[in-house]
């Protein structure tokens, strides 16, 4: 497989603070996990574009958007909520993440590339139509499904998202656009304490409790995800791919370990292999234990390039 991976300086130069665990190792961490695992050398890197104002504005509010830019500090930091801060650089690194995923959609649906995963930061699937929160600002991945739909005239896309928490944003953004599904499991009750009680047909939901491990969340991903997506037999796959569930993550209480991302990409593979021409863009949202981001981001991405 012919796997793209699609970062940016710019990404790297986002900070909140020093103690702050959305920090700019985290990429490096990345870097270090394919080093170490020999995949460097075997993907094709691509530097991430800036999201146009129309790509933003398919999925968030124009004066929601305005009000980020304007908040980037000169100096210093600029709170959009208690967990979620502008540095003088924050601006164009989200426009860079939401960017990528625009590149990656693009390339996957011209047969460029088989698929994709993007290394960016601001994370983004807790930023949702009008409102920054949980490290993010904008929802790449909804900025990617949405222009595969308006640009490539898709009518079916998924998203999968992996994360330890809902993508709230995710779901704010789609909840009444039957054209893409979104497939989450989180830990609950947990952050953003959303998603448990309002998923439909095209929101599925799967919360899980504090210790869950990987034969769990495996048995939800069969019973619950696995026929939603065949029966919606969408077109193109995105991924939410946070690697913050891992058992060495002591931001959340999940159990998971690398080959349990080895397993969720294969069956997503299986899916987009049956359904969308095998054509998937996977983007890093949370994880915040550096080695076991490394470690977990290479087996997804080693399973990607199977």
């Not at 020999?38 to 999201?51: I, K, S, T, W």
């Amino acid at each position: 497989m012919t796997t793209a991976f699609i970062s940016h300086p710019d990404c790297r130069l986002h900070a909140m603070g020093a103690a702050h665990p959305e920090c700019p190792e985290r990429l490096d961490a990345v870097m270090a996990g394919l080093q170490a695992a020999g995949l460097d050398r075997l993907v094709r890197r691509y530097e991430a574009p800036l999201a146009t104002r129309e790509q933003l504005q398919r999925v968030h509010d124009a004066g929601y958007i305005d009000r980020v830019e304007a908040s980037a500090p000169e100096e210093g930091l600029a709170y959009l909520d208690p967990d979620t801060a502008m540095n003088p650089h924050t601006w164009p690194a989200a426009l860079r993440a939401a960017g990528a995923v625009v590149l990656a959609v693009d390339m996957v649906m011209a047969g460029e590339v088989d698929n994709a995963f993007c290394s960016v930061r601001p994370p983004g699937h807790h930023a949702e139509h009008a409102v920054a929160m949980g490290f993010c600002f904008f929802d790449n991945v909804a900025v990617g499904a949405a222009h595969a739909l308006a640009r490539h005239g898709l009518q079916r896309v998924a998203v999968v998202d992996f994360d330890v928490h809902h993508g709230n944003g995710t779901e704010d953004i789609f909840r009444n656009d039957p054209r893409v599904m979104l497939c989450s499991t989180f830990q609950h009750p947990f952050y953003p304490n959303k998603g448990a009680d309002s998923g439909n047909d095209h929101i599925i939901n799967v919360p899980l409790a504090a210790h869950s491990d990987g034969t769990v969340f495996r048995a939800a991903v069969e019973r619950c995800w696995l026929p939603a997506l065949r029966r919606f037999q969408p077109q193109l796959l995105l991924v939410s791919a946070g690697f913050d569930a891992h058992r060495d993550d002591d931001m959340a209480m999940l159990e998971w370990v690398e080959d349990d991302y080895v397993w969720i990409t294969r069956a997503i593979k299986a899916v987009a292999a049956e359904h969308a021409g095998g054509r998937i863009v996977s983007v890093l949202e949370g994880g915040y234990d550096l080695d076991a981001l490394g470690a977990s981001a290479a087996a997804h991405i080693g399973e990607l390039l199977a």
